[in-house]
């Protein structure tokens, strides 16, 4: 398959690029760091995934992203492991259904109000736009020398050999991994306290909103971080460790 559909590559311009970590069913958090950065029309908005199960209003996350899809600035949905899943059991094109519930599910269910549901009988539960929502999201989304994928890539393939599990479910393989792909990769899906910085080669912004720790954005091109903790209402700067970027 190929790693960088076509069609999804976005050249580097002007515009600013806010990349949001794994949101999990939490859209008090997802709404105070947006109304922080207000982003533009000529700003991007790129999402890693993960935005249902386990914390309390997966629906309204979702809502809260198709208003932001609305507003006029370039949105970039990709898809996590967790929807994937979701599609699944909602008998839609997906894979590992069976596992939905025991990794939080029964938090989105109850959020659509249909957690005795499963199958067609779910998925024709869902409001018409959030179908759409799930079915449009992307696996990948390329901007300049930034690649952005859910979980991140197999060192041992080439990028138009990448497979869709890995890219959705790859962690310590990867994570652990110096390999170059020629891009800078922006992850998500395995959680951390702090973001993962391995520059030139992966930056990992997944850090535990859900746990208690924090939501976290990546500012592109100039490389800063911002963070909401949970039940917080205030929008703090992260501050990686000076020098970072000529670590290697």
Not at 16 to 33: A, N, S
């Amino acid at each position: 398959m190929r790693c960088v559909p076509e069609g999804r590559e976005r050249k580097m311009g002007p515009e600013r690029v806010f990349v949001i970590g794994d949101i999990h069913g939490c859209p008090d958090e997802l709404d105070v760091l947006l109304e922080a950065i207000k982003p533009s029309s000529g700003d991007t908005v790129v999402c890693l995934g993960d935005y249902i199960d386990r914390g309390p209003d997966s629906r309204g996350v979702v809502e809260r992203l198709l208003i932001l899809q609305g507003s006029g600035c370039h949105c970039v949905f990709l898809k996590g492991n967790h929807e994937d899943m979701f599609l699944h059991y909602a008998g839609q094109r997906g894979h590992f259904g069976e596992a939905f519930l025991y990794n939080g599910g029964e938090s989105t269910l109850r959020s659509y109000g249909s957690a005795t549901l499963a199958g067609e009988a779910l998925w024709e539960a869902i409001p018409p736009e959030h179908q759409a929502f799930f079915r449009g999201l992307t696996l990948t989304f390329l901007w300049g020398r930034f690649l952005f994928v859910h979980a991140g890539l197999n060192p041992q393939r080439a990028l138009p050999e990448q497979d869709e599990e890995e890219l959705l479910w790859i962690r310590q393989e990867w994570i652990q991994s110096r390999h170059s792909f020629g891009y800078t990769v922006v992850f998500g899906h395995t959680p951390m306290r702090q973001p993962f910085l391995d520059w030139p080669y992966k930056i990992g912004i997944d850090t535990g909103l859900v746990y208690g720790n924090a939501l976290t954005c990546l500012v592109i091109p100039q490389l800063s971080f911002l963070q909401v903790r949970r039940h917080s209402r205030h929008v703090t700067a992260w501050e990686p460790p000076l020098g970072w970027r000529e670590s290697c």
